[in-house]
């Protein structure tokens, strides 16, 4: 070379800096998860379960929260038991005599309240849903976001939500909608938090009480949520958080105090929840593990087909209720498809 510089020692040179490079990435990579998790370590609740607006100890067998990124025990808190269910069911069903006459306007805008304060309280959330998930933090601030929404539209849409009137020519008829009473909520692992809003805030907003059991997987946001309630004016016992396995689910769904059952999850969970609560004719809302199509025609952009239905596929790791993942593609594209599919799983 003209400079006089061997090209060897330049590219060992090169080579020597970019690990030094990556080096400190990781280094600063370490620091901010270190950081993360120390963040969230400092948000843990006491408890696992919440009962009258207060951190409540059940009398079960101990439930463990698990960083899923190490697998390491963050914290443990005794599960509840039937008792502990109906103690939460009782005190809704209290607290629902007096929610319930409560102006639906003043109800949707105690939820604009905890839209907001959840909203500014994005960065603490994320850090809970990520210890608690193993979901990136993007996607948590993501969830997060999907909560705030759900928040904000049931409470700003509520006190437009009214019965009819009828003329019957001389005479009129009227409906008037009413709260339906205690309901009970089961939510999933995968989307903790944005599963639990998207129940709680309609049934508020309506004027019900709530008993939510939370994954005994991720119950962390959604007892963090508990407290955010309150923070915002929501009285005792209008939501209830009680942990545990599929057995605190069962009580909830078999308690003859509780007038509705929404659940999300599996297919064969849901088909024992739908028998159980036939038995006392309870409403119930069913969102179960879902099987979407994805549909492909020849006139397609090639590239953004193959990277939506590699996002309908895995985007979370697969578990999204209704993720594509049955990809329906026309025939004479079928094998060029297929081929940048393969491809671009490659490079990933």
Request: hydrophobic share 40%; glycine share 8%.
């Amino acid at each position: 070379r003209s400079d006089g510089i061997n090209a060897e020692y330049g590219i060992v040179n090169f080579n020597q800096n970019v690990q030094k490079l990556l080096s400190e990435m990781n280094l600063v990579l370490a620091r901010r998860m270190s950081s993360s998790f120390s963040h969230a370590i400092s948000l843990l609740p006491p408890s696992l379960n919440w009962i009258d607006n207060e951190y409540y100890t059940g009398s079960g067998k101990n439930l463990d929260a698990i960083n899923k990124a190490t697998g390491k025990i963050v914290m443990s808190s005794p599960s509840a038991t039937n008792d502990d269910v109906d103690k939460a069911v009782q005190s809704s069903v209290k607290a629902f005599h007096s929610f319930k006459d409560i102006p639906a306007a003043e109800r949707g805008n105690m939820l604009l309240k905890a839209a907001t304060l959840l909203k500014e309280r994005t960065t603490d959330f994320a850090h809970l849903e990520t210890l608690d998930t193993g979901k990136p933090f993007y996607e948590s601030e993501f969830d997060v976001g999907t909560g705030v929404e759900a928040l904000r539209f049931i409470g700003g849409i509520v006190q437009n939500y009214h019965g009819s009137h009828y003329d019957l020519g001389g005479n009129f008829a009227w409906t008037s909608r009413e709260p339906i009473g205690v309901i009970g909520g089961i939510g999933p692992w995968n989307y903790p938090l944005q599963t639990a809003c998207w129940k709680i805030a309609p049934a508020l907003a309506c004027g019900n009480s709530i008993v939510y059991k939370c994954s005994e997987y991720t119950p962390l946001s959604t007892i963090a949520l508990a407290a955010l309630l309150k923070e915002v004016g929501f009285p005792p016992g209008v939501f209830n958080v009680v942990a545990g396995d599929g057995a605190v689910g069962a009580a909830i769904t078999s308690h003859e105090n509780i007038s509705k059952l929404s659940f999300t999850g599996s297919v064969p969970t849901g088909k024992k929840i739908m028998s159980k609560c036939s038995e006392s004719l309870k409403k119930v809302t069913l969102e179960l593990g879902g099987k979407s199509p994805l549909i492909i025609f020849d006139d397609v952009d090639m590239k953004n087909a193959v990277s939506t239905a590699m996002l309908a596929n895995f985007f979370s790791q697969g578990a999204v209720c209704s993720n594509g993942t049955r990809v329906f593609v026309q025939r004479s594209i079928l094998e060029e498809f297929t081929s940048q599919l393969v491809e671009k799983n490659k490079k990933n």
